[in-house]
């Protein structure tokens, strides 16, 4: 706000044109017959070398693992337990290979509590890690419309449903 460009104009006419066209969208929860979490990390920000290495992506699993075994005590209180293993999709094969078989290596001594607990999880069967499918590698380049609206509706974000009541 404080250096306003001509790209930011165009993203916030973007933006409005996107909020415009879904004036009547909203958050809806339906009942899902699914009994499974699934879940996607990617570490790197776009350009960022700070980002891009195996130790942040390690620490990004980690936390996705956190937050799934977190969960996973509420949804019993509500009487909906998670029955089959937490999905964890990530982008960086190196981390995969290293959740599975862990290794003692020299530069991963600092996240060596990361990559235990994780390993832990996975031996216990209470998570997989996977790679992400490659349709959802979309760090470096625009968000494909297809890829977006796949996202927004897995969230539910969609028209409300026809309604079936009568309007007097």
């Known amino acids: 706000m404080h250096a306003p460009m001509t790209d930011h104009i165009l993203a916030l006419k973007r933006v409005v044109r996107y909020l415009q066209g879904t004036?009547?969208?909203?958050?809806n929860l339906y009942k899902s017959s699914t009994c499974?979490?699934?879940?996607y990390t990617d570490a790197d920000w776009p350009r960022c070398p700070d980002t891009r290495n195996a130790d942040a992506e390690y620490r990004g699993v980690a936390n996705i693992v956190s937050e799934a075994c977190w969960l996973?005590?509420?949804l019993f209180k509500l009487h909906y337990p998670l029955t089959k293993a937490t999905i964890v999709c990530c982008d960086n094969v190196i981390s995969i290979?290293?959740?599975e078989n862990p290794v003692q290596h020299q530069r991963t001594e600092h996240v060596e509590l990361d990559i235990h607990f994780v390993?832990?999880?996975v031996a216990l069967g209470h998570v997989?890690?996977?790679?992400a499918p490659f349709r959802y590698h979309i760090d470096d380049i625009g968000l494909p419309l297809i890829v977006f609206i796949d996202f927004r509706d897995s969230l539910s974000v969609r028209p409300p449903p026809n309604s079936t009541e009568r309007v007097y």
Do not use: D, I, M
């Open 119 to 121: 390993c832990e999880k």
């Open 128 to 131: 997989r890690v996977l790679q």
């Open 97 to 99: 290979y290293l959740f």
């Open 72 to 74: 996973h005590n509420p």
């Open 36 to 39: 499974a979490l699934t879940s």
């Open 23 to 27: 004036v009547n969208y909203g958050l």
